[in-house]
């Protein structure tokens, strides 16, 4: 896919996710020694989203759009309803995607994070009980850091992949090999 310096070239490359619950946010992310650094933009309607990139992607005759979802896209967490069901959905929608988007050269993968401190989960570091509950029961004993998405981020935008379509890869320090 080309890029500068390694990076993925950013006008190839879309990164959509969802968040009922909240207006449109973002979620930076940067990693020291050459690693990933921009932004994640997490939308309301990553369909939309999807196909916008879709349509420039097709004039560029390539591109990989990286859908960002859960752990809570693969399971269910009490009072988490509605945000569990949208990030199920946003692991279908990336499924299809990859289907429709595929004889155009275009990727569809996703990325389904465990328990990092964002701005969506920042209240739940503070509700000391959640987020040493999850804590608890992630192999690592540890939150996720932005820079643990580096590895996952870059092999889904680069070439690497070039053969992944429809692919989840989930980042959540192990948490999905036990009980939420």
């Known amino acids: 896919m080309g890029g500068v310096n390694g990076n993925p070239d950013p006008t190839r490359l879309c990164i959509a ?44 005759k390539s591109g990989s759009i990286i859908n960002i979802a859960s752990i809570f896209g693969h399971r269910v967490a009490k009072n988490a309803s509605s945000y569990c069901a949208s990030k199920a959905a946003v692991l279908h ?24 401190d964002t701005e969506m989960t920042h209240h739940m570091f503070g ?3 959640f987020a040493e509950s999850m804590v608890g029961r ?17 092999l889904l935008a680069s070439d690497a992949s070039r053969f992944m379509n429809g ?10 090999n036990g009980s939420l």
């Open 127 to 129: 509700d000391h009980g």
């Open 93 to 116: 929608l990336t499924r299809a995607l990859s289907l429709e988007l595929a004889r155009h050269d275009i990727r569809v993968n996703a990325l389904s994070p465990g328990l990092f």
């Open 17 to 60: 996710g969802t968040n009922p619950s909240h207006h449109p946010i973002s979620a930076g992310w940067r990693s020291g020694g050459g690693g990933v650094q921009g932004r994640v933009l997490a939308q309301h309607r990553p369909l939309q989203f999807a196909q916008a990139a879709g349509r420039q992607m097709l004039k560029q």
């Open 167 to 176: 692919s989840v890869i989930v980042v959540d320090g192990g948490i999905l």
């Open 138 to 154: 992630t192999p690592c004993r540890r939150a996720g850091e932005f820079s643990d998405l580096d590895g996952a981020l870059l």
